[in-house]
């Protein structure tokens, strides 16, 4: 797994269409086609084969909790994004680890972006030192 983790004054994604790649995607339902937030933890987040899932969760969760302790702003971001590895996890394994780091972290404010989808991303960081943190875990 690994996680690119950037404190954001603000942060905006909106859905593009449905991804197409890999062939065997299989995009959540769209409830929501845009995202904002301010002042946040942005958590982008590629999910792969070999990942322990619960483990996993429980190790981003922490390192965003470390995160969010250090710069004064609880609000989260997670944001699926397979293009920090060239190997990518099924769509189910993707959507369970992302409910079971919602779930790590469901007594903060969260944003969760759609998995299975093309966005427009905009991120504004916040320009201080330690404002990206890139972690990978491995099995």
Known sequence: MR?????????KSAITGLSTAPASIEPEPI??????????IVALITVEPTDLIQEFAAKVALEIRKFIEQVGHSNVVLFPFGHLSNQLADSGTTKDFFARLEKEL???????????????????????KG?????????
């Open 106 to 128: 469901s007594d903060l404010k969260i944003i969760r972006v759609h998995f299975g989808s093309d966005k427009s991303l905009l991120l504004d960081s916040f320009g201080h």
């Open 131 to 139: 404002n990206f943190r890139y972690r990978e875990f491995n099995p």
């Open 31 to 40: 409830t929501k086609d845009q995202y904002e937030a301010a002042d946040a």
């Open 3 to 11: 996680a690119l983790l950037c404190h954001c004054r603000n942060f």
